[in-house]
């Protein structure tokens, strides 16, 4: 804004520069042209080392909880979300939405990486995961254990997390003796539970 508003009061001046005229009027003019150049290389350059980010937002749209934070914080090793989708109208916009929330986590955990593999030109990535060749599909993988989920959320993503690092757990239910059925839905049926 600075630069544009100095080229507009001295635009002469800054004509002169460019065609390699100077003079001592034209020097002048361009003295804020040259400290906002040089302010710029710094920033960006600066940038590199020490990342800012500011969410400005009333809602805090762009920024974790603190308990997801402390969640992606504690993987010391790589832990890789990965996305294969099948080319259509809709998985564009789905993989940005995708790569705007594992952003998150990432500026929180550099461990944390993002793939995206199309599977229809690596079909040897469906099969890895199971899937078909039309199939798309998002999991995060740490180790041997992987996950699937299915929403983009923060507490969905964040669930995820926690249930990779705890590992895989097994629940037994005892039967025969009068238990509530698992296969039931009505009445006292344990089918939800079974399910989740």
């Given at each position: 804004?600075?630069?544009?508003?100095?080229?507009?009061?001295?635009?002469?001046?800054?004509?002169?520069?460019?065609?390699?005229?100077?003079?001592?009027?034209?020097?002048?003019?361009?003295?804020?042209?040259?400290?906002?150049?040089?302010?710029?290389?710094v920033?960006?350059?600066?940038?590199?080392?020490?990342?800012?980010?500011?969410?400005?937002?009333?809602e805090?749209?762009?920024?974790?909880?603190?308990?997801?934070?402390?969640?992606?914080?504690?993987?010391?090793?790589?832990?890789?979300?990965?996305?294969?989708?099948?080319?259509?109208?809709?998985?564009?916009?789905?993989?940005?939405?995708?790569?705007?929330?594992?952003?998150?986590?990432?500026d929180?955990?550099?461990?944390?990486?993002?793939?995206?593999?199309?599977?229809?030109?690596?079909?040897?990535?469906a099969?890895?995961?199971?899937?078909?060749?039309?199939?798309?599909?998002?999991?995060?993988?740490?180790?041997?254990?992987?996950?699937?989920?299915?929403?983009?959320?923060?507490?969905?993503?964040?669930?995820?997390?926690?249930?990779?690092?705890?590992?895989?757990?097994?629940?037994?239910?005892?039967?025969?003796?009068?238990?509530?059925?698992?296969?039931?839905?009505?009445?006292?049926?344990?089918?939800?539970?079974?399910?989740?």
């Amino acid at each position: 804004v600075c630069l544009l508003v100095s080229v507009g009061l001295d635009w002469k001046g800054y004509s002169e520069v460019f065609r390699l005229r100077f003079t001592r009027k034209s020097i002048h003019a361009s003295r804020p042209f040259l400290i906002m150049a040089v302010v710029l290389i710094v920033l960006n350059f600066l940038v590199n080392f020490f990342p800012l980010k500011l969410d400005l937002s009333s809602e805090r749209l762009h920024t974790l909880s603190p308990f997801s934070k402390k969640v992606a914080k504690s993987f010391t090793d790589t832990l890789e979300f990965v996305y294969l989708y099948a080319p259509d109208s809709e998985s564009r916009e789905a993989e940005i939405n995708i790569h705007s929330a594992i952003k998150k986590y990432q500026d929180e955990n550099t461990h944390i990486k993002y793939s995206k593999y199309n599977v229809i030109q690596q079909p040897e990535m469906a099969q890895k995961f199971n899937l078909n060749t039309q199939e798309q599909a998002l999991f995060v993988v740490h180790k041997d254990h992987r996950e699937r989920f299915y929403k983009t959320d923060e507490n969905s993503i964040t669930q995820a997390l926690l249930r990779i690092s705890k590992g895989r757990k097994t629940i037994f239910f005892s039967v025969g003796h009068g238990e509530a059925s698992l296969e039931e839905t009505k009445g006292n049926g344990l089918s939800s539970l079974k399910k989740e």
